[in-house]
Nanobody
Framework: QVQLVESGGGLVQAGGSLNLSCAAS????????MGWYRQAPGKQRELVAG???????NYADSVKGRFTISRDNGKNTVYLQMNSLKPEDTAVYYC??????????????WGQGTQVTVSS
């Protein structure tokens, strides 16, 4: 069994910062790509940022230059530093991990989501 536990969401004023973290635990052999998605009310879930085990990153155009994704492979943890937050960043943020379990099974795991609210 695999779990992804997120933390760090909250309420912040526009222009402020938040740092999200997500730790994967359980019967994990290897974690490949980790990423953050978000879903605003009435909208589809969208990719915010992703990072490979080698450290290659990609970002949604809307967050480039403001958000930074990083990871600690030893801790199976991914982070999302969010700066210069805007009201349109308000959403539930979900952690995702593409991983291999100890049974050598591929698994696409999701966290429970953490609310980020940016006030104007």
């Amino acid at each position: 069994q695999v779990q992804l536990v997120e933390s760090g969401g909250g309420l912040v004023q526009a222009g402020g910062s938040l740092n999200l973290s997500c730790a994967a635990s359980g019967m994990i052999f290897r974690v490949n790509v980790m990423g953050w998605y978000r879903q605003a009310p009435g909208k589809q879930r969208e990719l915010v940022a992703g990072i490979t085990s080698g450290g290659s990153t990609n970002y949604a155009d809307s967050v480039k230059g403001r958000f930074t994704i990083s990871r600690d492979n030893g801790k199976n943890t991914v982070y999302l530093q969010m700066n210069s937050l805007k009201p349109e960043d308000t959403a539930v943020y979900y952690c995702n991990a593409d991983l291999i379990t100890t049974w050598r099974l591929s698994r696409d795991a999701w966290g429970q989501g953490t609310q980020v609210t940016v006030s104007s």
